[in-house]
C-alpha cells in the first residue's frame, strides 16, 4: 500500500457541485498539506496541517476549506466548483527529510 | 511574497552528458532546499535536499548550494534518457512549508 494514499485519482464534476478529496497516510507524521499543480504555476499550497487541531491556510485558500479528521487523514473540499480550479491536487505529509506526495487527484470541473 | 525561480526549459542536454539545473529564492531566511523529480501526469519524487553551503553528492546527483548569492543547482552526471523529467526545486519555510519553483523540463536525447 501507497504511504499515501489519494481518492479519487480523477474526477470530472460539473460548475456549483460540491466535492471532496480525500487523503489518507500511513507515515504517522504529524504535518499534513494540500497543493494544486497547474502547468507552468508549479506546486502551489492550498492549506496546510500540524496536528489534528491545527489548521492553517496556504497562499490559495480562497474557494477551499479543509478537515483534519484523524492524524491519517486529512481532507479539501470544494463547496462550489468553479472551472478555474480544474488542476492537478496533491496532498503530501513532512518530516524534516522532506516531503512524501500521494499519486494526485486530477479534477476537471466543466 | 517568497519566490522560487527557476527557468522553464525545456533543456535538451545528450545522452551521457552532465546536466545543470538552476534555482534561485527570495527568502534569505530559507534554510533547506530541496529538488524533486517529477514524471508527466505523477507525484514528485524526492532526489535529495541540502542545507549546508557547498555540494553534496549522491550517485549521479550534486546538489550545490550559495547561500549568499540565495543559489542552488542540481548537477545531473551521464544524463540518461529516463532523467526526462521536469525538476522542481524547492525551499524550506518556517513550519515545514515548501515553496516551490515551477519547474524546469529536462531532455536528454539518446
Known amino acids: 500500500d501507497a504511504d499515501v494514499t489519494q481518492t479519487p485519482r480523477n474526477r470530472i464534476t460539473k460548475t456549483g457541485k460540491r466535492i471532496m478529496l480525500e487523503c489518507s497516510q500511513t507515515k504517522g507524521h504529524d504535518r499534513m498539506y494540500w497543493y494544486r499543480q497547474d502547468p507552468g504555476l508549479g506546486l502551489r499550497l492550498i492549506y496546510y496541517s500540524f496536528d489534528v487541531k491545527d489548521i492553517n491556510k496556504g497562499e490559495i485558500s480562497d474557494g477551499y476549506s479543509v478537515s483534519r479528521q484523524a492524524q491519517a487523514k486529512f481532507s479539501l473540499s470544494l463547496e462550489s466548483a468553479i472551472p478555474n480550479q480544474t488542476a492537478l491536487y496533491f496532498c503530501?505529509?513532512?518530516?524534516?527529510?522532506?516531503?512524501?506526495f500521494g499519486s494526485g487527484t486530477r479534477l476537471t470541473v466543466v | 511574497q517568497k519566490e522560487v525561480e527557476q527557468n522553464s526549459g525545456p533543456l535538451s542536454v545528450p545522452e551521457g552528458a552532465i546536466a545543470s539545473l538552476n534555482c534561485t529564492y527570495s527568502d534569505r531566511g530559507s534554510q533547506s532546499f530541496f529538488w524533486y523529480r517529477q514524471y508527466s501526469g505523477k507525484s514528485p519524487e524526492l532526489i535529495m535536499f541540502?542545507?549546508?553551503?557547498g555540494d553534496k553528492e549522491d550517485g549521479r546527483f550534486t546538489a550545490q548550494l550559495n547561500k549568499a548569492s540565495q543559489y542552488v543547482s542540481l548537477l545531473i552526471r551521464d544524463s540518461q534518457p529516463s532523467d526526462s523529467a521536469t525538476y522542481l526545486c524547492?525551499?524550506?519555510?518556517?513550519?515545514?512549508?515548501?515553496?516551490f519553483g515551477a519547474g524546469t523540463i529536462l531532455r536528454v536525447k539518446s
Open positions: 524547492a525551499a524550506m519555510e518556517y513550519g515545514n512549508k515548501l515553496v
Open positions: 541540502i542545507y549546508s553551503n
Open positions: 503530501a505529509t513532512s518530516d524534516m527529510s522532506g516531503y512524501t
